[in-house]
């Protein structure tokens, strides 16, 4: 199994720039969720998703648009791209929200000039 | 909101010294998850503890969670280069959302 798989590995957008954020996985995890990473923040809660079609806000989540169309697939969508999303984005999945180890995949690292 | 700190940022030994992090949580904590990430890595989950008072090991690895279940620590007995890595504890809110610690850095001096 490939587990979470993120694309692209890296990205540099300009300001006002938008993009889209891929993640899928192939585990049938109803939970997935979108972190960003920043140096000394740890990782914040962007946006999450317990099922298809139910999506919802974490502590982070301006800027940033998500939709969960099928289970496998979590796409974030950045809008309109500032230099202050400039960040490693991680995207996790887990069979249910808090009660299992979460699987996160390899990462996103997007810089905004 | 739940807010989840964890103490030291950063923590430097020697080769074959422990390590321990520490954990805490404004809120009780119904489960608390521990994650390692290595260097330019994606967090690895290791281990979740549910119950009040509970002590798990792995290896050299020991976890434990508090009675109160507010907080959690991680202590690494005679550390190794393997170790090197950023060590973070996580738990979930009332809802559905899972709050990451900040981290402790680990860096292992040969």
């Known amino acids: 199994n490939a587990g979470v798989t993120q694309t692209p590995k890296f990205q540099v957008l300009k300001t006002g720039q938008s993009m889209t954020l891929q993640c899928a996985q192939d585990m049938n995890h109803e939970y997935m969720s979108w972190y960003r990473q920043d140096p000394g923040m740890g990782l914040r809660l962007i946006h999450y998703?317990?099922?298809?079609?139910?999506?919802d806000q974490g502590e982070v989540p301006n800027g940033y648009n998500v939709s969960r169309s099928t289970t496998e697939d979590f796409p974030l969508r950045l809008l309109s791209a500032a230099p202050s999303q400039t960040s490693v984005y991680f995207c996790a999945s887990s069979y249910s929200a808090g009660r299992y180890g979460y699987t996160f995949g390899s990462g996103t690292r997007l810089t905004v000039v | 909101g739940q807010q989840v700190m964890q103490i030291p940022q950063y923590q430097h030994v020697q080769e074959g010294e422990d390590f321990t992090t520490y954990c805490n949580s404004s809120?009780?904590?119904?489960?608390i998850q521990w994650y390692k990430q290595r260097p330019g890595g994606h967090p690895v989950f290791l281990i979740q503890l549910v119950k009040s008072g509970e002590v798990k090991k792995q290896k050299r690895l020991t976890f434990q969670f508090g009675e109160a279940k507010k907080n959690s620590s991680l202590h690494i007995t005679a550390t190794q280069t393997t170790d090197v890595g950023t060590y973070f504890c996580a738990g979930p809110n009332t809802g559905n959302q899972f709050y990451f610690g900040t981290g402790t850095s680990l860096t292992v001096i040969p």
């Open positions: 809120t009780t904590l119904s489960n």
């Open positions: 998703s317990v099922g298809a079609g139910i999506t």
